[in-house]
């Protein structure tokens, strides 16, 4: 059942006027920015067949329609309320979870609900430029799916905003809508969502490991004493994993296509070009950047921000549930240091190497995708395997950011950095081969661009020729 209500919600938003007419007020400043810095050139006359989240159970979140995307029913959902719930972890353990956002934790709240928030925006900004260069019409509806999912992120984001944090909270959520990734006077607030995404290699790749990073962020609030907060990250935990779906299965295709070229040519790499599939190494170097680029994300290894997020109920590790205490008192954590250019181990107090506990998580899980993307290139015999790069590799924060280092995590000076790094990051070559290969899109149903495979299967069990994406008549 579809609400008939301007913000479909399951917050019961008519019980709050006041909070019902603010975001009334921002619906409108959201749907300029979407049009004007939302997917660029599918604002009118394409419908787009989306999931629409409509409810916040098992079925209501996989309603199915074509959509054109300004007209997408964005809306306010919250994971169903859990009876009694307690805090989780830090000095509040076992008490009452709040309801209302505690006076002392108004600040480092709003700025975690803030920076959560700007990176929602952020990535549709990013990814507008993409659906001109689309390698099939299923692939651009996966894009447009992703990007109308980030923006109900942001309204979830200022829902709390508003609900919480008055005339700040309001002002708040203009700004979210005024920053521009990239932009030089107004960029979004973490540094990665700056970066460009120019390819469907970034963005297969970004959806992979950023969206990953995204994924540990909000499982990380889902422990939050402050259970309205709680409860809307693990809503959009379930529409986070089909982003990281279309980043794993999107390289994995794009493996795929890479095999059989070399398989067709006699399994070598370097002349993969020539039959217009992306060569191992330049699937690699993307690789190489966009998880640099997301390990950044978690924040400095040594960090007292992270400790008092964590004591003070703000923020948990991912999956709290799963220790055997919850307060990290007493541990520590062994973390690599190179001051004056020499290796050295600092013992961390634990709280103050949360960053470090789930950048590991992170790590981990990021190497089973990895290992699935190998499973194809076993599958056609080939010895190659795409791997993770080490962690001090291109890090442009914390205590690796200062010092340069190899995929191997050995360290080398700004010379040896500057002549070797093309092997290992996109080259302005890689990338113009990649713009190459992607310079008209795809809009014929079940039609591929030649440098991919096509998926196993297509969406809401529809053949993968389906007419995804459609001019209307
Ligand atoms: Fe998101
Ligand atoms: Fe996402």
Not at 263 to 272: A, L, N, P, R, T
Not at 382 to 390: F, I, K, V
């Amino acid at each position: 059942m579809i609400s008939s209500e301007r913000i479909p919600n399951n917050v019961d938003l008519k019980q709050d006027r006041r909070l019902q007419r603010a975001l009334e007020r921002w619906q409108p400043k959201f749907l300029d920015w979407w049009k004007e810095m939302g997917p660029e050139g599918f604002q009118d006359a394409h419908k787009v067949y989306l999931r629409t989240a409509i409810s916040a159970d098992t079925d209501g979140w996989a309603h199915f329609e074509y959509v054109k995307m300004p007209e997408y029913r964005w809306g306010i959902f919250l994971a169903e309320p859990e009876k009694d719930r307690k805090i989780g972890f830090g000095d509040f353990e076992g008490e009452n979870a709040w309801q209302e956002v505690p006076g002392e934790f108004r600040n480092p709240l709003r700025r975690l609900i803030v920076t959560q928030g700007d990176t929602e925006p952020a990535s549709v900004e990013q990814q507008r430029m993409l659906g001109s260069s689309c390698p099939s019409l299923y692939d651009l509806r996966n894009l447009f799916q992703v990007n109308v999912e980030e923006g109900r992120h942001l309204w979830a984001m200022v829902y709390l905003l508003h609900s919480f944090f008055g005339r700040d909270g309001r002002d708040e959520g203009d700004a979210l809508l005024e920053r521009r990734s990239g932009n030089e006077d107004k960029p979004r607030i973490l540094s990665t969502f700056n970066e460009p995404v120019t390819n469907w290699l970034d963005f297969f790749m970004f959806t992979m490991f950023t969206d990953r990073d995204g994924k540990f962020q909000l499982l990380a609030l889902a422990e939050s004493a402050l259970d309205p907060l709680s409860r809307t990250t693990r809503f959009m935990l379930t529409e986070e994993a089909h982003h990281m779906f279309v980043g794993e299965t999107g390289i994995a295709r794009a493996v795929d296509r890479t095999c059989q070229v070399m398989k067709e040519i006699g399994g070598v790499s370097e002349d993969v070009r020539k039959h217009g599939a992306i060569d191992l190494p330049t699937i690699q170097k993307h690789l190489n950047l966009w998880f640099s680029l997301s390990l950044d994300l978690f924040g400095g290894e040594i960090s007292s921000n992270a400790a008092s997020y964590f004591a003070n109920g703000l923020k948990g590790r991912v999956y709290e549930g799963k220790y055997d205490e919850h307060k990290a008192l007493d541990g520590v954590y062994h973390i690599d240091r190179f001051d004056d250019g020499k290796l050295s181990t600092e013992e961390v107090p634990l709280r103050n190497a949360l960053n470090e506990v789930h950048r590991d998580a992170y790590v981990a899980d990021c190497e089973k995708g990895v290992k699935r993307w190998n499973r194809v290139l076993e599958k056609y015999g080939m010895s190659d395997r795409l791997s993770l790069p080490h962690r001090r590799f291109n890090r442009a924060t914390g205590l690796y950011g200062a010092f340069h280092f190899d995929p191997a995590g050995n360290m080398m000076t700004e010379e040896e950095w500057n002549a070797r790094k093309d092997e290992w990051l996109p080259s302005p070559d890689d990338k113009a081969y990649i713009n190459s290969l992607q310079a008209r899109p795809i809009f014929e149903p079940g039609k591929m661009a030649n440098w991919i495979a096509p998926p196993r299967r297509g969406i809401n069990n529809l053949p993968i020729d389906f007419e995804y994406v459609r001019v209307e008549e």
